[in-house]
């Protein structure tokens, strides 16, 4: 795989979370990068997202590094931007970079206070160990509930893109999920950077849901350092950044607290893309057809109640509806279908619903989202303990 | 208990379900009652909601009956409508009333046809059967996966309420939830009665939440025949009527599907009351919550969390949150409390959150959701095997 030039990597255990697996990630750019992030809309905020969006104004959006830890949020505690602060200002002394050329970002439990000492005491042996190799071993320990490692790479001409990202539960993505950090050797503009990354991830990190909460820590940067001295055109950097943020969400969902199959909803003929969006999202995040879905259940009535509370007007008997490529619902009532032979389609770990509003109607929206099942719970409910 | 004068009920088995138990309800008034109802706000709506919406208009709000089955929601077939019509002829035949006396109700599985035979059969026996004494018979033939019968009386001046409600998934209201039935003998205008039901709802039935689906068949519909000539003050009534509806609601989310506590959530101190209903809202439909109370953790970060997902501006800083009557957090942070002590708190069957915001606002709403377990997976994944 090509990683893109000019970027390298470390990780170590910090002792931050209990069990004795990296927890602190480093990522360097030896050349100043234009960046550009999304953060959480959610209305508590984690510490280090004020501080990131503080940097990449203070720094015009030039950055050298990223900091990150898992197994605490640093967030609602009573050093949240103290504890981002020194990790920061740390980091660019032991890098010999200025503090606003670090971008902090941290997740895991919300409430407990991090001690910036286990960071602080780590920054040596990350700066000593950073290597341009290193990029699965970062991606590993931003890990929290997560099963599998989940990276992307694309190439754009002679550049070069690689993401990663963790994020298995609290999913449900308002402008950006989790943590997923984006870097490249393409030489991008900043404003050109931002764009490409707001819409890349409306169209990709907005249209995942695991449980449709929304974390105070969400982050989503893109460091583009320029290292390959190739410039690619627009449309295309951007399209290479949808594919590797598009790849990066549907690892998340896939990788859902629980779930077993991956669920790609298509809505089609709503009155416009963002009605279609509404659709389908309030599909995604229907328990009832979540836990269908988890039972192999072609329960297409819960699909069109879930779209009838959309709050979008459609006329339910202008509708259809598929599973598996399998017509189940036409103008509203059910299609004529074998239910055993679709409930074994079902069982397949992916699994497709497809919408579609009859008549002039030109909005369409794809969406990810995965089963509901009670590993779910299982998880949820002793997160902590 | 004191059951409304002048109303007899019967129900039976028509064969609508597959184990033998009633799934057919018939409430009778022995002379015109006014009639007020709410229904869903679901875009997909069943054929009865239709049917029921249709009657009220041209009766001008005077009912004699309701006619209601469990086990098919008669939604999204072919004959949904038709079939409403037919049974609502029959039984205002049988009954001797005229077809738009009677509100037709259902509730069950999605998109499948209901068989009208079935319950034209049933409805000389219904009607040879009706009897004052059999209101909880009623009460349990529209049961669906309750485990509960669902009733609630009150007193208001020399007149009686009594309702009666199913509900269990699908819970989450924007007008209504599930099937309830309200008979008072109280003598109250048409018009002084829907306003009473709207504001009664507003407050019990719209502030509940299980799973936050909201079905295609929610309808609350209550009749007030006169039959005790008691005229109760206008702000007495809707009281009673609240009292009813609040139990009936409370009722429901107790029985929620696979719940084993219910979570009454307080919030205090936002910007309006609607503010307030919103981060309420937020929090009973937040699965992380809902986890967090099935496993006894006290993680008040989800809580928060939640909280700033509602769409309402606020001070994390200024936010306080309880839980068990314990504070939890102070200020945004994590208070001084036991966790241990909390935990085996909140391993009691009802559970409290209250979160208040410091300042101004004089805000607040109260909610009802349950805890979410692994049983609500297991019920909905093979809900129609």
């Not at 255990?13 to 100043?32: C, E, H, N």
């Not at 984006?182 to 169209?203: C, I």
Request: proline share 4%.
């Amino acid at each position: 795989m090509n990683t893109p030039r000019g970027f390298r990597y470390a990780s170590t255990y910090a002792g931050i979370r209990k069990v004795a697996k990296d927890d602190v990630a480093l990522i360097f750019s030896d050349q100043p990068a234009a960046a550009a992030a999304v953060f959480t809309t959610n209305r508590v905020v984690a510490g280090p997202v004020t501080i990131a969006r503080k940097n990449l104004r203070s720094s015009a959006g030039s950055m050298r590094a990223i900091l990150a830890n898992a197994g605490n949020a640093n967030c609602a505690t009573r050093t949240a931007e103290q504890v981002a602060v020194e990790c920061v200002n740390s980091a660019a002394d032991v890098l010999n970079i200025k503090p606003n050329e670090v971008l902090p970002a941290s997740t895991g439990v919300i409430g407990v206070e991090l001690d910036s000492a286990l960071i602080l005491r780590v920054l040596p042996k990350l700066h000593s160990e950073l290597d341009a190799e290193r990029f699965t071993h970062a991606a590993a320990a931003i890990m929290t509930t997560d099963t599998r490692l989940k990276t992307a790479y694309v190439s754009v001409g002679g550049a070069h893109i690689a993401g990663m990202c963790k994020g298995s539960g609290m999913i449900h993505p308002r402008m950006a999920t989790t943590l997923a950090f984006v870097m490249t050797d393409a030489a991008v503009s900043r404003s050109a950077l931002q764009l490409a990354l707001s819409n890349a991830t409306g169209r990709t990190f907005n249209r995942i849901s695991v449980d449709g909460d929304t974390s105070t820590n969400d982050t989503v940067a893109v460091l583009a350092n320029g290292a390959s001295n190739v410039r690619p055109p627009r449309k295309a950097f951007e399209e290479a950044l949808t594919e590797v943020l598009e790849s990066l969400a549907i690892q998340i969902v896939h990788d859902g607290e629980g779930a077993r199959k991956l669920v790609t909803i298509d809505v089609a003929g709503a009155p416009s893309d963002a009605a279609a969006e509404k659709i389908a999202r309030a599909i995604a995040n229907s328990p009832l057809v979540k836990t269908a879905i988890a039972g192999s259940d072609p329960n297409w009535g819960r699909i069109l109640s879930a779209a009838g509370n959309a709050g979008v007007v459609f006329d339910p008997r202008e509708t259809d509806i598929d599973m598996q490529g399998m017509p189940v619902c036409r103008g509203g009532l059910a299609a004529d279908f074998s239910e055993d032979g679709l409930k074994q389609k079902l069982d397949a770990p992916d699994c497709t619903i497809r919408l579609s509003i009859r008549g002039r109607g030109k909005g369409s929206a794809r969406f990810w989202t995965c089963d509901l099942t009670e590993e779910y719970i299982r998880i949820n409910a002793s997160y902590r303990t």
